[in-house]
């Protein structure tokens, strides 16, 4: 079955605590990118990957770290959490063609408190 | 710069009622445009896209959406809602080149009662 999935589904953590979440999909998709949904506003992108070791800024990376070491993972590092960071995470996929849309496949999301 | 626009934050209808929701967006081209659904608790599931072609689009779940470049608007209809379709709706905007991001509007919660 094409999935994305993310661990943990729920973390409470404290300021300051290292923490990642971990995003891995089996479709074999090149993009990967990470959101975060917050209520009034949406879904925003925090970071994106169009390939493997290649990865850039979305519109909201401060506080906030990627990696893509292999295509099928994409881990979310929170090096310092803060409070502002409590939210809800997804991760998303897709074929990334470029210049072609392809349907992005979510996560089933994580959420995150940071006390 | 991309944008979306979903100028209803809460709409209610009641059952077997028609439903549209609002999308408009800002693009320098003819853009993708997706509607995805959130059901409470869940992630997110793609309903219907348009990339090119007939601007009527049919989705899953009996929902369809108009792409009217006039408007830069793509609305999502439903000629008769059911109580399990109260969730929230949120309207994406693709680039077609470069990284091929998504840009997400705010969203609409529906609230479907008897």
């Known amino acids: 079955e094409a999935q994305v999935t993310q661990n943990p589904r729920y973390l409470i953590t404290v300021t300051g605590k290292k923490l990642t979440v971990t995003c891995s999909q089996n479709?074999?998709?090149?993009?990967m990118s990470w959101y975060r949904q917050d209520p009034g506003l949406g879904l925003r992108q925090i970071y994106y990957?169009?390939?493997?070791?290649?990865?850039d800024k979305g519109d909201v990376p401060e506080g906030y770290k990627v990696s893509r070491k292999e295509k099928r993972n994409f881990p979310l590092i929170l090096e310092s959490p803060s409070p502002n960071q409590t939210s809800l995470y997804f991760c998303?996929?897709?074929?990334?063609?470029?210049?072609?849309?392809?349907?992005?496949?979510f996560g089933p999301g994580t959420r995150l408190t940071v006390l | 710069a991309q944008s979306v626009t979903q100028p209803d934050i809460h709409i209610t209808v009641s059952e077997g009622a028609s439903l549209e929701l609002r999308c408009n967006y800002s693009?320098?081209?003819?853009?993708?445009l997706f509607w995805y659904v959130q059901s409470p608790g869940q992630g997110l599931q793609l309903l219907l896209k348009?990339?090119?072609?007939?601007?009527l689009v049919q989705g899953i779940k009996g929902f369809e959406a108009e792409f009217k470049r006039s408007q830069s608007s793509f609305n999502l209809r439903k000629p008769s809602v059911h109580w399990s379709d109260a969730a929230e709706y949120f309207c994406?905007?693709?680039?077609?080149?470069?990284?091929?991001?998504?840009?997400f509007g705010t969203g609409t919660r529906l609230t479907v009662i008897p």
């Open positions: 998303a996929s897709h074929r990334g063609r470029r210049g072609f849309t392809d349907t992005q496949y």
């Open positions: 479709m074999n998709h090149e993009y």
């Open positions: 990957s169009m390939n493997v070791e290649v990865t």
């Open positions: 693009y320098g081209a003819t853009p993708y």
């Open positions: 348009y990339f090119s072609g007939d601007t």
């Open positions: 994406a905007v693709g680039e077609r080149t470069g990284a091929n991001n998504l840009f």
